[in-house]
């Protein structure tokens, strides 16, 4: 569903990383390692299409696919209700949902008792979980996520955990971008790490020998 | 795209006007600008028809900019930025929606705008309202397709203001001009025999910046480089 | 690559000692103007700097338009230094052409067209080039300055004109100056304007060069551990 042919990335002149060639199947969840400034999020976004590779091309093989980007932003409207930001994004996405659709969706997330306040009453979390409704709403068939469970208590990161195996359930193609290996190594099916400006492992997680390792760069 | 545009325009409106502080800081802004320059005026004087318009385009501008600067800083809070550059639509739509929302932002900025140059600057709506109207839509629609541009263009930066004048308005001085031309027949009802030359100017300044608008928006309006 | 590319040296070799040669032609080949005098030799060196900054300013459309198409940062320091160049070139006619309307018109400053366009065109090249000063990412200011160099050139013809209906609405000061020359002066303006044109392309080949070599020296600085 997605294809990445020899990436580069340059930031001014220092490599990011380089030669990162990897296509992404729908109903497949990868993982992305790497430590802090290894090129983990750029690489997300020129996934997602909202960077432009130095070197290399991304492109989608499906046909203009719904892709969904849930990061560390939020991009909730502080002023606008829930339910009127979520009614926004279903405008820019062209989609056709009812509010009734809205609600459910609201509901799904677990802020549907809110839907009447203003998003700048919300807590982090809850922006987070308005935030995965956008993503509910639009049901992608490319999910990118950037660490979107920071800075979330574990009710929500639950709730993203079971919204983000439903998508690869449906087909949806899932890369995820995490720091808790030992959480998520067992939900991927496919371990991908950049190191040294390479992507220096692409495989099975259970093949992905040092695991205690990398966990202890990833920290360092 | 219409899609795309028409949420974009209701989405700045509701933020601008319902919930945010407005028109408020551009709208004073205008009005200042008008009460110094009728400081200018001694007793039993009043500025001429021409200065009055200049005044009056000038409150206009820097009010234009102020509310760009606003609109596109509406994206910024949150990074909303980048939700909208995956909408399916052309990016196009977004310059559009903005340029539609700030031109009816303006023209309700207008609307107290020139009431305060007639009172001011002791004017009076004494021209044909004809050709006074024609431009006036005219340099507005320039005005916003060239703001949308350059409201994008300062993205992710803090002294956006000062950046967009300085850019801004040498860029504008054409419309300007034109708007003044006509405005001071506007405020004096003497036809200066050049207004179908303003009208026309204008109307190839609109086309080249909408056009500019259209083309250029998409590689100015990114994800971070 | 060589420490001092003989390209920029040989341009501006022969723009100099050209410029020299013309110095003969002027003062001694082409004859003192009737009306004017001496002063009027002021001409030959006012319009290749006025053509000077013209084709700068063309340089920075063109080059901005093919870096938008291939973000090659090279082109982004072309049109820097063809906009550093365009700058001070016009700053010069400018003066010059000061120098020329107090002779001739008995003023300092008149707002024929031409002056007032390049006065304008000052206004918009010194605010793209305090664009650069910004504290943006390198990507990203070579972007939007590539934009805003397509925009101003596009307001070129657009400042030319209004300039024109604005004046001719007034009783206004029409500056003949390339009208009716002589044909001595002509092959005079003509040379000088080639020989300028060599200078002119040695300068902004001296300054792309200086620019190159300082990326290049940040390159190097940067994989130094």
Request: net charge neutral.
């Amino acid at each position: 569903m997605l294809e990445l042919d020899r990436v580069a990335r340059f930031y001014g002149h220092n490599l990011v990383f380089k030669d990162v060639s990897c296509t992404f199947a729908g109903g497949s969840m990868s993982l992305l390692l790497g430590n802090n400034g290894a090129g983990k999020s750029s690489l997300l976004r020129i996934m997602a299409g909202l960077a432009r590779p130095s070197l290399g091309t991304a492109r989608f093989t499906a046909d203009s696919p719904k892709i969904g980007y849930l990061a560390h932003a939020t991009f909730v409207y502080p002023a606008l209700t829930a339910l009127e930001n979520l009614a926004f994004w279903r405008d820019v996405h062209g989609l056709d949902n009812t509010e009734t659709d809205l609600l459910n969706v609201l509901a799904r997330a677990d802020i549907a008792g809110r839907a009447h306040d203003r998003a700048g009453t919300f807590s982090r979390g809850m922006a987070q979980r308005l935030n995965l409704a956008r993503i509910l709403l639009l049901a992608p068939d490319i999910l990118l996520l950037d660490e979107p469970g920071a800075g979330l208590d574990a009710k929500s990161q639950a709730l993203l955990r079971k919204e983000v195996l439903h998508a690869r359930g449906r087909g949806a193609c899932v890369v995820l971008v995490s720091h808790d290996l030992a959480r998520d190594a067992t939900l991927a099916d496919r371990i991908l790490l950049l190191e040294e400006g390479r992507l220096a492992y692409d495989g099975l997680p259970a093949l992905f020998p040092p695991l205690a390792d990398v966990e202890q760069a990833c920290y360092a | 795209m219409l899609r795309m545009t028409l949420a974009v325009i209701r989405k700045d409106m509701t933020l601008t006007l319902l919930r945010g502080n407005g028109l408020v800081q551009a709208l004073l802004l205008g009005l200042l600008l008008i009460f110094v320059f009728s400081l200018s005026q001694g007793v039993g004087e009043s500025l001429s028809a021409r200065s009055a318009a200049a005044v009056f385009w000038l409150s206009s501008a820097f009010c234009q900019i102020l509310m760009f600067n606003q609109l596109y800083a509406l994206e910024e809070v949150n990074n909303s930025r980048l939700g909208l550059l995956l909408s399916p639509a052309p990016i196009q739509a977004i310059w559009l929606g903005k340029a539609i929302a700030g031109f009816v932002l303006l023209l309700s900025a207008q609307c107290i705008f020139l009431p305060a140059t007639v009172i001011f600057l002791g004017k009076s709506l004494s021209g044909p309202p004809g050709p006074s109207l024609v431009i006036l839509l005219l340099t507005d629609t320039g005005m916003c397709a060239l703001g949308s541009l350059l409201g994008a263009l300062a993205q992710g930066q803090t002294a956006r203001e000062a950046l967009l004048g300085i850019v801004f308005f040498p860029l504008l001085t054409p419309l300007l001009l034109a708007g003044t031309g006509i405005g001071a027949q506007a405020f004096d009802g003497i036809d200066p025999d050049g207004s179908s030359a303003w009208l026309g100017l204008a109307s190839a300044f609109d086309a080249i910046f909408l056009a500019a608008g259209l083309l250029l928006f998409a590689f100015l309006y990114a994800g971070d480089e | 690559m060589p420490k001092s590319s003989p390209p920029p040296l040989i341009l501006l070799l022969l723009g100099s000692v050209s410029l020299a040669c013309c110095q003969w032609l002027i003062y001694f080949y082409a004859p003192t103007e009737a009306a004017m005098g001496l002063i009027h030799k002021i001409f030959y060196i006012h319009l290749p700097l006025a053509w000077g900054a013209l084709f700068s300013f063309f340089l920075v459309f063109l080059g901005s338009v093919a870096y938008l198409f291939k973000r090659d940062s090279g082109l982004d320091r072309l049109c820097v230094a063809a906009a550093e160049t365009g700058l001070l070139l016009s700053g010069l006619a400018l003066f010059t052409g000061m120098l020329w309307a107090r002779k001739s018109w008995g003023v300092w400053w008149t707002w024929d067209p031409r002056l007032t366009t390049t006065f304008i065109m000052w206004f918009v090249y010194a605010g793209y080039l305090v664009l650069r000063s910004l504290n943006l990412s390198m990507r990203r200011k070579s972007l939007v300055c590539a934009v805003v160099g397509v925009i101003a050139f596009l307001d070129v013809p657009l400042v030319f004109i209004s300039a024109r209906i604005w004046r001719s609405i007034h009783p206004a000061v029409f500056g003949t100056e390339g009208g009716e020359l002589e044909p001595k002066m002509k092959l005079t303006v003509a040379v000088c304007v080639i020989s300028f044109g060599f200078l002119w392309a040695g300068l902004v080949r001296l300054r792309e060069r200086q620019l190159d070599l300082r990326a290049r020296m940040d390159t190097i600085a940067c994989d130094i551990p």
